[in-house]
């Protein structure tokens, strides 16, 4: 079995607070686009409540959870993982995490060479 590196991770905060959020309102789906303000947040929504198209690609999951990002932002993270972790604050506003007194928070780090050699394929969302 080839041992693959994911394009994005959690911190067990963020994977305790994903499990808190799926607890009040069922799956949940990742989104992180460019931009600013809510858009340089990874959002988090129940699943199927954000219309994911052709311009989006699914990274991979955390906590049983797809994590998507617009195309042209992951041009620009392509060679970082991401990882995800929870922070105190209030979210996005369409964010679930708004309301809680957390919020989630995308850090990255460049994969090595040899990550980089068996880092997991993207899938385009549409």
């Known amino acids: 079995m080839a ?21 009040k309102h069922g799956d949940l789906m990742f989104h992180q686009s460019g931009g600013c303000c809510d858009g340089s947040a990874p959002m988090c929504y129940p699943l199927g409540e954000f219309m994911v198209g052709g311009s989006d690609v699914l990274l991979g999951e955390i906590g049983g959870t797809p994590f998507y990002m617009g195309a042209d ?18 979210g996005g506003a369409f964010s679930l ?22 880092v997991t394929p993207v899938a385009r969302a549409g």
């Open 3 to 23: 041992v693959t590196t994911a394009r994005v991770v959690a911190t067990p905060a963020a994977l305790v607070f994903i499990e808190q959020l799926r607890a």
């Open 73 to 90: 932002q992951f041009e620009y993270w392509e060679h970082t993982q991401l990882i995800i972790d929870v922070v105190p604050g209030r």
């Open 97 to 118: 995490d708004s309301a809680e007194g957390q919020r989630f928070l995308t850090r990255s780090r460049l994969y090595t060479d040899e990550e980089w050699a068996a």
